[in-house]
């Protein structure tokens, strides 16, 4: 609670302090008679929260996040079905780690917005180009999250397994990927962060017909000079990520830390 109570303190303060700069508050006689900051550049927060209230209201905000996490799910499980398979295998086979491996090492350093205009020429202004830039920001961080995890599990526990009858199949399964899951999993968390940013960037640049993303209303804020548009959907997707984190991989992660006895008292 305790914690609860400072991260809810802090961003109040952060707020009071926005409204104060932008002359939200002068209503109320409180900060300078003319704003620091012009509400044309920084729009203050009743404008940017008025904005995000009606258009939740009349559905168009909540209907264009179903088409981005459609979107980000769908990309995000493929990335996932190939980079667990990947990793394993460029953890377990040398050829495989100084080839796909070092490749995967250098595409991870790579900014996802790079991606956007091969797709686009690749799949045209298609949902499949989406899918293909957030597959890409999802598989190489998986996968060498993956790599490094097999490798960084003890020998001596598939020694173990082995000298009790375990075979290579049944080790793998049941000692080595369950010993590397913490790795695994922030190696998921990871992806779908690159993943998130990754179609972020993608929405901005593809226009898909008939399915508008939250990355697409953030564009034409941005072409049409809206700031509290822009504002507000850069407030949609922090707090998109932070749920994910929060509500799916924080808990997950705790539990596995708990499991394998390497949680921090």
């Known amino acids: 609670m305790k914690r609860v109570i400072t991260t809810v303190v802090f961003f109040a303060l952060l707020i009071i302090l926005w ?11 409180i900060g300078p008679e003319e704003p620091v900051w012009n509400p044309y550049v920084l729009p203050p927060p009743s404008v940017v929260g008025q904005y995000l209230w009606d258009n939740l209201i009349n559905l168009k905000l909540l209907s264009a996040m179903g ?14 079905v190939l980079g667990v398979p990947l990793g394993m295998l460029a953890a377990r086979f040398k050829c495989i780690n100084d ?8 595409l991870q350093a790579l900014p996802s917005v790079c991606w956007v205009p091969l797709a686009c020429i690749w799949f045209g202004q298609t949902e499949a180009a989406l899918l293909f830039v957030v597959i890409m920001g999802t598989l190489w961080s998986v996968l060498l999250s993956t790599q490094n995890g097999m490798k960084n599990v003890p020998p001596i526990y598939a020694r173990a397994a082995r000298t009790m009858g375990s075979g290579p199949l049944h080790t793998l ?4 990927l369950p010993a590397s899951a ?26 898909v017909v008939g399915g508008f993303g939250i ?11 809206r700031m509290y548009q822009v504002i507000g ?17 924080s808990p997950v992660e705790a539990w596995l830390h708990r499991r394998w006895g390497t949680d921090k008292e």
């Open 19 to 29: 409204a104060t700069l932008t002359g939200d508050l002068l209503r109320f006689g």
């Open 67 to 80: 088409v981005t996490l459609q979107r980000l799910l769908i990309g995000y499980i493929i990335g996932l």
């Open 99 to 106: 080839t796909l491996g070092v490749l995967a090492l250098g």
């Open 173 to 176: 399964i049941f000692v080595t």
């Open 182 to 207: 913490p790795f695994v999993v922030s190696g998921m968390k990871q992806g779908w962060a690159f993943a998130w940013r990754s179609l972020m960037a993608a929405e901005i640049y593809v226009s």
């Open 215 to 225: 990355g697409q209303y953030l564009h034409f804020g941005r072409e049409l000079q």
């Open 233 to 249: 959907i850069m407030f949609i997707i922090i707090l998109v990520g932070l749920l994910a984190d929060k509500l799916l991989f």
